[in-house]
């Protein structure tokens, strides 16, 4: 009866399973799970960082983050179409992140500025340089993309909507000071502005034997409203 016995307890010597673990000193989970726990935050982090992975709910925020992330990207928006940069050659790269907001509010506030500037039917005035502004950005969208141009839809209707910043200033300037001459010399700065501003991403945009029937619509369109800020008083 002892021999086998001592083979029995020879044989359990002789698992691996005995050489690194026993009864008296378990395995510790804690470092196990602090392990986990470390490299499942570093690869959320990674994912945020790169761009991938669910974006972050909006729906729960702060009213003013909303507004101020909104405003954020208003103004990144206009430095990149109105203003000298870099990436003006490349619209591709600029108007990534496009908006409708920016564009709405310029021409809001365009149309509020020819009504104020009129002496009578200050309605429809608003009514008239409202529409000519939304349908005149719909119109020739549409005229870019029968064109055959590689533009998104809405992408282009922002674009648009931005160049309409400098006659916005120009259209508040005549409201403060009534000269005819100041307001000519106004309107053709502002218009000569908006051009320059829409140029690079229309003629991008399309085939280069196209340009111009992409590029005088969108002229055309910034005329009409300089006539409007210079005939309305």
Not at 6 to 14: E, F, G, K, L, T
Not at 64 to 84: A, C, H, Y
Not at 138 to 158: P, R, Y
Request: hydrophobic share 50%; charged share 15%.
């Amino acid at each position: 009866m002892p021999q086998p016995r001592a083979i029995h307890q020879q044989d359990r010597s002789s698992v691996p399973f005995e050489l690194g673990f026993s009864s008296r000193n378990p395995p510790s989970q804690s470092k196990f799970e602090k392990m986990i726990k470390r490299s499942s935050l570093k690869g959320s982090n990674n994912i945020a960082s790169s761009g991938f992975g669910s974006p972050p709910n909006t729906l729960t925020e702060p009213v003013w983050d909303t507004v101020k992330r909104d405003l954020s990207r208003i103004v990144s928006n206009l430095k990149l179409v109105v203003f000298p940069n870099p990436f003006r050659e490349d619209p591709g790269k600029a108007l990534r992140d496009w908006d409708l907001w920016g564009p709405f509010f310029f021409i809001v506030f365009l149309g509020l500025t020819l009504s104020w500037s009129a002496s009578v039917k200050k309605s429809e005035v608003f009514a008239v340089a409202f529409a000519l502004l939304a349908a005149g950005a719909v119109i020739l969208t549409l005229n870019v993309l029968l064109l055959g141009g590689h533009i998104i839809f809405f992408q282009s209707l922002s674009l648009l909507g931005y160049c309409l910043f400098p006659l916005d200033v120009g259209a508040l300037i005549c409201l403060m000071k009534d000269n005819v001459i100041l307001k000519i010399v106004v309107v053709c700065i502002t218009l000569a502005w908006s051009s320059w501003a829409a140029y690079p991403f229309m003629s991008m945009a399309v085939n280069p034997r196209r340009k111009a029937l992409a590029l005088y619509p969108v002229f055309l369109m910034y005329v009409s409203v300089g006539f409007l800020i210079i005939a309305i008083d």
